[in-house]
């Protein structure tokens, strides 16, 4: 089975500017969670969806919304970026939506704004 | 609000020598543990995980953990150390109400010297 992908590994923004991330999750899998990787902040949940629904949100301001499709790909997008949003954007999947459940993460998105 | 408290950001230790990795929780109600290992440019990838039953959980790579509720933790454990187990090491929480969705610890940056 094919892991967990992420469009595109590498992306250059300019403060202002808005992007948006792909991740395509485990064959089969329903369940899309977000993260965001910071060395000052460490690994912080965005929000999850499952079944093109949200159902779960992180701290995160308005800026950062996300959706999920009927085949479960999943895009994030983040608008007027700021110098604070260059982080690793790292995409998680897991077949069910539930504690406990494994999740398997992608090899994620390193976003930098200048 | 549950919470992952890493105990030292880096630990160096020698090849062939015990790793020990530690990690505290604080949850009001049982959670569930794992343990990610991230090499560089890479995403997390699973080592282990607790929900529920033997407290002693193996994991791949030789890696194994202890549940102790008692203590609140879940230490991360390796009898003789490889070179290649040089990486980034995060222990991580969820509960069965909050999805799939994990929070982290501060992470653990292992070297293994020759």
């Known amino acids: 089975k094919a892991g967990v992908t992420q469009t595109p590994r590498y992306l250059i923004k300019t403060r202002g500017q808005q992007v948006t991330l792909s991740c395509s999750p485990i064959?089969?899998?329903?369940?899309v969670s977000w993260y965001q990787q910071t060395p000052g902040q460490g690994l912080q949940f965005l929000f999850e969806y499952f079944s093109e629904t949200q159902r779960n949100k992180g701290n995160f301001p308005g800026r950062f919304s996300g959706r999920q499709f009927s085949n479960s790909r999943s895009e994030m997008n983040v608008s007027t970026l700021e110098l604070g949003d260059s982080a690793l954007y790292l995409c998680?999947?897991?077949?069910?939506?539930?504690?406990?459940?494994?999740?398997?993460f992608g090899p994620g998105t390193r976003l930098t704004v200048t | 609000a549950q919470s992952v408290t890493q105990l030292g950001s880096h630990v160096s230790v020698s090849e062939g020598a015990l790793v020990l990795l530690r990690c505290n929780y604080s949850?009001?109600?049982?959670?569930?543990l794992f343990w990610y290992v991230q090499y560089p440019n890479q995403g997390l990838q699973l080592l282990l995980k607790y929900t529920t039953g033997a407290t002693l959980v193996k994991g791949i790579n030789g890696f194994e953990a202890e549940f102790k509720k008692s203590e609140t933790s879940f230490h991360l454990t390796k009898p003789s150390a490889h070179m290649s187990d040089a990486a980034e090491y995060f222990c991580a929480v969820s509960k069965e109400t909050s999805g799939s969705r994990l929070t982290f610890g501060e992470g653990t940056q292992l070297t293994v010297n020759p």
């Open positions: 998680a999947s897991s077949s069910r939506l539930a504690g406990g459940n494994e999740q398997y």
């Open positions: 064959s089969g899998h329903r369940s």
């Open positions: 949850s009001s109600v049982p959670p569930y």
